[in-house]
């Protein structure tokens, strides 16, 4: 079984940043792709950054240019850099993990609020 826990949520003005962390435990043989979706209140579940083990990357149109997924596999540890946020950018974050999709594991999300 796999753990993900999500810290680094809180509320920050448009403009600001925010670094969201992703803690990985247990069987991580099986998980080779990482990722954060996310949950903004009256939208679907959302795909927002992924990253494989070759630490090629994926970013939703939404966030290109503002966004960063990294991980450090030692640590077992995925970081989510959120820069120039956006009112629409609110929401609950997820991170997840997969063979070769980031859906088969889910954290219980993190609140990131942005005030205009």
């Known amino acids: 079984q796999v753990q993900l826990v999500e810290s680094g949520g809180g509320l920050v003005q448009a403009g600001g940043s925010l670094r969201l962390t992703c803690a990985a435990s247990?069987?991580?043989?099986?998980?080779?792709?990482m990722g954060w979706h996310r949950q903004a209140p009256g939208k679907q579940r959302e795909l927002v950054a992924r990253i494989g083990g070759g630490r090629n990357t994926y970013y939703a149109d939404s966030v290109k240019g503002r966004f960063a997924i990294s991980r450090d596999t030692a640590k077992n540890t995925v970081f989510l850099q959120m820069n120039s946020l956006k009112p629409e950018d609110t929401g609950l974050y997820y991170c997840t993990g997969g063979t070769f999709y980031p859906d088969r594991y889910w954290g219980k999300g993190t609140l990131v609020n942005v005030s205009s």
């Open positions: 247990g069987s991580m043989s099986s998980i080779h792709v």
